[in-house]
C-alpha cells in the first residue's frame, strides 16, 4: 500500500524567511504527486503538481517543489515567506495507471511571524 | 464557472439524529470522494465513488452512508451509529484513471457539530 509522510506537523518561520516542508512518498510503482494549500474553514486547492518531465514544479505565487525518485521525496520550497503564505499544506499522491485512490499525510501547518 | 459545491457550510445535529450533506459538482467528473478532516489526522477518506450507481468504502465507512443516482450528485449521511461525527467533511471530485490525471477539485467544506 502507498502512503505519504510529512515530517514536520507544524513550520513556524519568520515573515521573508525561506521554509522547505517536505514530503516523502512510499509505493510500488510510480506516482503523481500533488501539493494542496488549506486556509482555515475552507477547502483545500491545489498549489502545484507534478505529473511527468521536469522535476521541478513551480506554483504561480512563488512556491516550487523538486521530485526525487531516489529519495522518493517531493519537498515544498519558497525561498521567502509571506504573512499570507499562513495555511496548512498538504502532500497528496497518486498511483499511475489502475485504479487506485488519492492518498493524504496529515499536513503541515505553516506559520509565518512578522 | 466549474466547481465543487457543498452545502450547508454548518450544521449542527442532535445526538441520534442522522443528518445529509450535499455535494454537487458541474465539472463533468466520474469520481466523487468524501473526506473527513479533525485536527492533527489530516484527510482521511470515508467513500469514494468512479461511476454512477458504484462506490466503494474508504478507511473510516463505519457509521456514514453514500449514494450516486446522478454523475454530478453524491450526497453523504452521517447516521446515528457515527460515534464522534463532530469534524470538517470535504468533497472532491476528479476524472479516473484512464481519462488523463488531473487532481482533485475540493468544495469549501462543511462543518458538522453535534450538540
Known amino acids: 500500500a502507498q502512503s505519504v509522510t510529512q515530517l514536520d506537523s507544524q513550520v513556524p518561520v519568520f515573515e521573508e524567511a525561506p521554509v522547505e516542508l517536505r514530503c516523502n512518498y512510499s509505493?510500488?510503482?510510480?506516482?503523481?504527486l500533488f501539493w494542496y494549500v488549506q486556509y482555515p474553514n475552507q477547502g483545500l486547492q491545489l498549489l502545484l503538481k507534478y505529473l511527468s518531465g521536469s522535476t521541478l514544479v513551480e506554483s504561480i505565487n512563488g512556491f516550487e517543489a523538486e521530485f526525487n525518485k531516489s529519495q522518493t521525496s517531493f519537498h515544498l520550497r519558497k525561498p521567502s515567506v509571506h504573512i499570507s503564505d499562513t495555511a496548512e499544506y498538504f502532500c497528496?499522491?497518486?498511483?499511475?495507471?489502475?485504479?487506485?485512490?488519492?492518498?493524504f499525510g496529515k499536513g503541515t501547518k505553516l506559520t509565518v511571524n512578522p | 464557472d466549474g466547481g465543487i459545491t457543498q452545502s450547508p457550510k454548518y450544521l449542527f445535529r442532535k445526538e441520534g439524529q442522522n443528518v445529509t450533506l450535499s455535494c454537487e459538482q458541474n465539472l463533468n467528473h466520474d469520481a466523487m470522494y468524501w473526506y473527513r478532516q479533525d485536527p492533527g489526522q489530516g484527510l482521511r477518506l470515508i467513500y469514494y465513488s468512479q461511476i454512477v450507481n458504484d462506490f466503494q468504502k474508504g478507511d473510516i465507512a463505519e457509521g456514514y452512508s453514500v449514494s450516486r443516482e446522478k454523475k454530478e450528485s453524491f450526497p453523504l449521511t452521517v447516521t446515528s451509529a457515527q460515534k464522534n461525527p463532530t469534524a470538517f467533511y470535504l468533497c472532491?471530485?476528479?476524472?479516473?484513471?484512464?481519462?488523463?490525471?488531473?487532481?482533485?477539485?475540493f468544495g469549501q467544506g462543511t462543518r458538522l457539530t453535534v450538540v
Open positions: 497528496a499522491a497518486l498511483p499511475q495507471g489502475g485504479s487506485e485512490k488519492l492518498v
Open positions: 472532491a471530485s476528479s476524472r479516473i484513471p484512464g481519462q488523463g490525471v488531473t487532481e482533485a477539485f
Open positions: 509505493s510500488s510503482v510510480s506516482v503523481y
